[in-house]
């Protein structure tokens, strides 16, 4: 079975509500049949591989992607705004994607979200979508309105995630250097990666991974920077005080996280194999947008460095262990 791991959605009671004077910062424009959503400067095509369930499944036999652990796209995180004024939109996203499981169970495995700003909400709404809702896990961004993922307060939310076996995909979002990255579609070439690199590493200095020992997280676009930064990060342990209370080297943390495929590089699935093992790379295309991969079961076929054991991993027997599902 082939399970994409990086898989976003938006419903569209979510487009459809953006008139003017939303809260959420965005606009839906419509343009010669087309719809797109507009979000400071740039605008992302609203095609229906966005909502219409029959055409994301199209899209998933095309990919040849047998099961999708979907998820909300980043522009529903909204961590910049009330966590109170954000939740009941959290809650109504979950809903909508239990029912896409519910209508296909043998399709999707849904991750939900919560309202990160506001870790009391966010713990709530955890215990209810990994509990009754019967949900795989939680989706994150890599820092909540700059705020990082190591700070005390979001502490609650991954023990309830611990506790409750969910798996946690942690998305960039709000990225650091935003200012600097305006221009060339930056923000995403660059901000993307080096965001997700950052929240790892806050994760493993900060100490979250010691304190959530059987936590699962999984990093997508190949975990960002993070496999080219494991020795220097290692170097640093070695010789600055500040980090003098690691007790670990962080290249072994480092193999606590699991990672997608989304690399757009063979050179960069070699270097992530390397660091991480194919024991913990989940296949990813970043459906439906453009800087996603349109067929990332053939890339996974097609390399010779892997053996038949390993490509079933990468392509599916790894995520199903994450979402929690019977590999026999």
């Not at 909400?121 to 209810?128: D, I």
């Not at 942690?170 to 929240?199: K, M, Q």
Request: aromatic share 6%.
């Amino acid at each position: 079975m082939n399970v994409d791991f990086h898989f976003h959605m938006i419903p569209r009671f979510f487009l459809d509500e953006l008139a003017e004077g939303n809260p959420w910062g965005k606009t839906l424009i419509r343009e010669a049949g087309r719809e797109f959503l507009q979000i400071g400067p740039i605008r992302f095509p609203m095609d229906p591989d966005h909502y219409d369930t029959d055409t994301i499944l199209a899209a998933m036999d095309a990919m040849r992607v047998d099961l999708a652990a979907i998820s909300p796209s980043p522009m529903l995180f909204h961590s910049n705004l009330d966590g109170a004024a954000v939740a009941p939109l959290h809650r109504r996203v979950n809903d909508h994607l239990q029912g896409m499981a519910a209508a296909h169970p043998d399709r999707f495995r849904p991750l939900g979200i919560v309202p990160m700003q506001s870790p009391d909400l966010a713990v709530a709404e955890v215990e209810r979508i990994l509990g009754e809702g019967g949900m795989a896990g939680v989706e994150i961004e890599t820092n909540i309105a700059g705020r990082p993922l190591s700070d005390a307060d979001f502490a609650p939310v991954f023990k309830a995630i611990e506790r409750r076996s969910g798996v946690v995909f942690l998305h960039p979002a709000g990225i650091l250097g935003a200012d600097r990255l305006r221009e060339y579609y930056l923000s995403n070439l660059i901000g993307n990666p080096t965001d997700t690199a950052a929240a790892a590493a806050q994760l493993i200095f900060g100490g979250v991974l010691d304190a959530c020992p059987d936590l699962d997280i999984v990093l997508p676009h190949g975990g960002g920077s993070t496999p080219a930064l494991c020795g220097r990060w290692d170097h640093g342990t070695s010789v600055r005080p500040e980090l003098a209370h690691m007790q670990t080297p962080p290249s072994s943390l480092a193999k606590r996280f699991h990672y997608d495929s989304l690399t757009h590089s063979d050179a960069a699935l070699s270097l992530l194999l390397d660091v991480a093992g194919s024991n913990r790379i989940v296949l990813g295309s970043d459906h439906p947008y453009d800087m996603g991969e349109t067929n990332p079961v053939g890339l996974i076929e097609a390399r010779g460095d892997l053996d038949e054991a390993q490509r079933r991993a990468i392509l599916g027997g790894n995520a199903l262990r994450l979402l929690g599902l019977d590999t026999d």
